[in-house]
């Protein structure tokens, strides 16, 4: 099997199955005061740590959650409770772009219908970045704003979001801003510190919520972190213990935050010459089905090194292909893709994310996302290459022969 799915998710890297099978072995509660809980709280902490030196923070603003959703729902909804009638305001709007990912728009949806928060959707320009002078127009009443969240890249077609400029009209503002960088960690540099320094953030907004995910980076499935600002407060949404903060009560994986930690710290490490690498592939890979389909439509950045993509996202529309069609076939012949967009209840959907970049309803249905990891190769790149023309030919057959059926009804 050619593996070319790593945004949905990445095997895990020797190092961290390695770690984290030596931290199952350790006994203890980190939060027991005898020594063996002790030992348990140092291997935490210490990969807390460590996880922190890849995004530029300290430790104790590492939150671990149970993946990136959870991290996604505590930023989201914790500022909004934190924030909405703070000081007597009525803060009840949430500025937020479209082609989000689904954690985030089911969390917003779910508080405009059971909390009453009013969502402001900000349009995307047709390479689905986010327009900023809408965000700006919408933060000149800032005072009726409960936070500002957004992708750092875009999980479907790879586009790189302006994040500092995002981070400085809210600094500006006065609101706060989090960004869900789970596609983006360990494909480009990311700082928080450096990141709030560089806006004039102050106290409280501006970037102030990061979340990741393990299992994207070659760590384990199941933990994920919050990065929360010293200065930001968030309201839990599990309650216990008081563990982490008082922010996610619950007894800590130590051994999944070994695993991440060792994860993190070799990505980090790599990043330049993988992002160098994985771009060269991807690189190759577009030229190849341009080459082999060449009405196949490449969506996000496609300008000169494609700065604004990320390195390891390939992203083509098949005109007339259903995406769901190409992906079977391209199984069959043993090469794993992905459509990128979600079923609903087994009812594949439009590509959401297309629509909001302006594309045709036909484009969103005839979306593959091809995406590389770490440990990609030419030979799955040329494998891919090898598979496409007969999987699209068929795709294409099987795409006329629907739209002459639904003609005949
Ligand atoms: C951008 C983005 N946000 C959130 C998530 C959810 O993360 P997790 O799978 O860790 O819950 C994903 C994973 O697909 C993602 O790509």
Request: glycine share 10%; with cysteine.
């Amino acid at each position: 099997m050619v593996y070319l799915d790593h945004a949905a998710t990445t095997p895990m890297l020797p190092e961290a199955i390695e770690a984290m099978t030596a931290a199952l072995a350790v006994v203890g509660n980190p939060s027991s005061i005898h020594s063996a809980g002790q030992q348990a709280k140092r291997l935490l902490e210490e990969s807390r740590e460590r996880i922190a030196a890849t995004l530029g923070v300290d430790g104790i603003e590492i939150v671990f959650t149970g993946n990136g959703t959870e991290a996604v729902n505590l930023a989201i909804k914790g500022l909004w409770w934190q924030r909405r009638g703070a000081g007597g305001a009525d803060r009840s709007r949430i500025l937020v772009p479209a082609g989000e990912h689904h954690a985030t728009i089911d969390t917003v949806d779910w508080l405009a219908e059971h909390e009453g928060a009013e969502i402001v959707e900000i349009p995307l320009d047709e390479v689905g970045r986010v327009r900023l002078d809408v965000l700006a127009a919408e933060l000149a009443d800032a005072e009726t704003v409960a936070l500002v969240t957004m992708l750092w890249a875009n999980n479907e077609v790879g586009t790189i979001q302006p994040v500092e400029e995002v981070a400085r009209l809210a600094a500006r503002a006065g609101v706060p801003l989090h960004v869900d960088a789970i596609a983006a960690y360990g494909q480009v540099p990311i700082d928080v510190r450096a990141l709030r320094r560089a806006t004039e953030a102050p106290r409280g907004a501006g970037l102030v919520a990061l979340s990741v995910s393990a299992h994207k980076i070659g760590g384990p499935a199941g933990i994920g972190a919050l990065v929360l600002d010293r200065s930001a407060a968030v309201e839990p949404l599990i309650h216990g213990g008081g563990q982490q903060r008082k922010v996610r009560s619950g007894t800590q994986d130590v051994a999944a935050a070994a695993a991440f930690a060792a994860a993190a710290e070799i990505v980090a490490a790599r990043l330049d010459d993988d992002a160098t690498r994985m771009a060269g592939l991807r690189d190759r890979l577009i030229a190849g089905v341009v080459e082999a389909v060449p009405t196949a439509r490449l969506s996000g950045d496609a300008g000169p090194g494609a700065s604004a993509r990320l390195p390891g996202n390939v992203h083509f529309s098949f005109p007339g292909c259903e995406g769901d069609s190409l992906l079977f076939l391209l199984d069959a012949a043993g090469v794993a893709v992905s459509t990128g967009s979600a079923c609903q209840a087994g009812v594949p959907e439009p590509s959401h994310v297309l629509m909001a970049m302006g594309r045709s309803e036909s484009d969103a249905r005839g979306a593959l996302r091809i995406t590389l990891g770490h440990a990609s190769t030419e030979a799955d790149v040329d494998a891919f290459l090898a598979a496409l023309p007969a999987a699209h030919a068929q795709a294409a057959k099987a795409g006329l022969a629907g739209r002459a059926t639904s003609f005949d009804r």
